[in-house]
C-alpha cells in the first residue's frame, strides 16, 4: 500500500546553484543532516532530521533554471496521471521517467503556469517525517487563473475544495477558515504598502475526504493585481518550526531574507522568506495556533 494517498503531497525538493551553500544554510537553519549525494542522480542529496528524511537538495544542472523549491504529488501510477495532466489542459515537462528503483516521476505545468511535480513511490516512498519541527508542513499555490487551476486539479487529484468560513456547511469543524498565508501581504512581503487585502483562497482536500480545514493538504490562493508583474505563479513550500520568530533571526544571520514581517494566523504563526541563493520557502510554528507571539517567545 502506498505510503500517502493520490493527490496527497509526498515529497519537496530545492534546485540551487550551489549545493553546499544550501546544505550550510538549511543545516543550519532546520537541523538537517545530508546524505552523500549520488553522481548518477546529478548529486542529489538527502536531507534528514533527526535521521528520517524530509527533502532533498540538488544542484541546478542548468543556470538558467530557476532556484526553487518543488512540491511533489503522490500518484498511484504516474503514466495515468500524466495523461489526466494532458486532457485536462496542463502540459508535461518531463514523461514519467523510472529513476532507478526509487519510483517514477513527471513534472508538468498547470494551466496557470505553475509547475509542480508527481511521484509514484518505489523504493523511496517520500517524507519519513512530516508535520513536525525541521519537516514540511503545507503547500499553497499561487496562481492568476483560479478557475482553471482549481478546475484542472480537481480533474487530475480529484481534490474537493471549500472556501474559508464555508466549513460549517460542508462538514468542517465551525469557527475556523484560516490556514498560514491566507490572509497575508500579496507578493510575500515584497515591496507591497503595507494593507491587507482579504484573499480568494480554496483548500484542498483529497479525494473521498471531507472538505473542510481538518483535512486540507494544500491551498490555492489568487495573485490579485499588487502582486509584481513579473511573480510566475509558483508554489510556496512550507516547513513546520518550533519557533517562527528564531527561525526567520536564524535565516536573516545566514544570509536569507524575509519576505514579510512574522505573522499571526489561527492555524501558527507564520513568515515567508528567501534562502541565501534566493530560494523562497515559508516556516510556520503550529505550537502557536489561535493565538499572539511575542518576539521573545519561546
Not at 482579504?198 to 493585481?225: C, L, Q, S, Y
Not at 489561527?266 to 515567508?272: C, E, I, L
Request: glycine fraction near 14%; charge should be negative.
Amino acid at each position: 500500500m502506498a505510503a500517502f494517498a493520490e493527490g496527497v503531497p509526498c515529497w519537496v525538493d530545492a534546485m540551487l546553484p550551489d549545493l553546499e551553500a544550501g546544505k550550510r544554510f538549511y543545516g543550519e537553519l532546520f537541523g538537517w543532516t545530508f546524505g552523500a549525494g549520488e553522481p548518477h542522480y546529478g548529486h542529489y542529496t538527502q536531507a534528514f532530521h533527526g535521521g528520517r528524511n524530509v527533502a532533498a537538495l540538488a544542484p541546478k544542472p542548468d543556470g538558467r533554471m530557476p532556484t526553487v523549491w518543488n512540491i511533489y504529488f503522490a500518484a498511484q501510477d504516474a503514466a495515468a496521471t500524466a495523461a489526466r495532466i494532458r486532457a485536462a489542459g496542463g502540459q508535461l515537462i518531463t514523461e514519467p521517467m523510472r529513476i532507478g528503483d526509487f519510483g517514477v516521476m513527471v513534472t508538468a505545468v498547470d494551466p496557470g503556469g505553475a509547475v509542480f511535480g508527481v511521484w509514484q513511490a518505489g523504493s523511496h516512498p517520500g517524507f519519513e517525517e512530516h508535520g513536525t519541527p525541521g519537516s514540511y508542513g503545507w503547500i499553497e499555490l499561487r496562481t492568476r487563473d483560479p478557475e482553471r487551476v482549481d478546475a484542472f486539479y480537481r480533474a487530475v487529484f480529484g481534490y474537493g475544495t471549500v472556501r474559508p468560513g464555508k466549513e460549517k456547511e460542508l462538514g468542517g469543524r465551525p469557527g475556523e477558515g484560516k490556514r498560514p498565508g491566507e490572509e497575508r501581504e500579496p507578493s510575500e512581503g515584497a515591496g507591497v504598502d503595507g494593507r491587507r487585502q482579504e484573499a480568494d483562497i480554496v483548500f484542498w482536500t483529497p479525494r473521498g475526504k471531507p472538505a473542510g480545514p481538518e483535512h486540507a493538504i494544500g491551498a490555492r490562493a489568487a495573485m490579485g493585481d499588487r502582486f509584481p508583474a513579473e511573480m510566475p505563479a509558483h508554489f510556496l513550500t512550507y516547513f513546520v518550526v518550533a519557533n517562527c520568530d528564531e527561525v526567520a533571526r536564524r535565516a536573516h544571520a545566514l544570509g536569507g531574507r524575509l519576505l514579510n514581517d512574522p505573522e499571526d494566523t489561527p492555524y501558527g504563526r507564520f513568515v515567508a522568506l528567501a534562502d541565501n541563493q534566493g530560494a523562497h520557502f515559508a516556516v510556520v510554528d503550529t505550537s502557536a495556533a489561535g493565538s499572539s507571539r511575542t518576539e521573545s517567545g519561546a
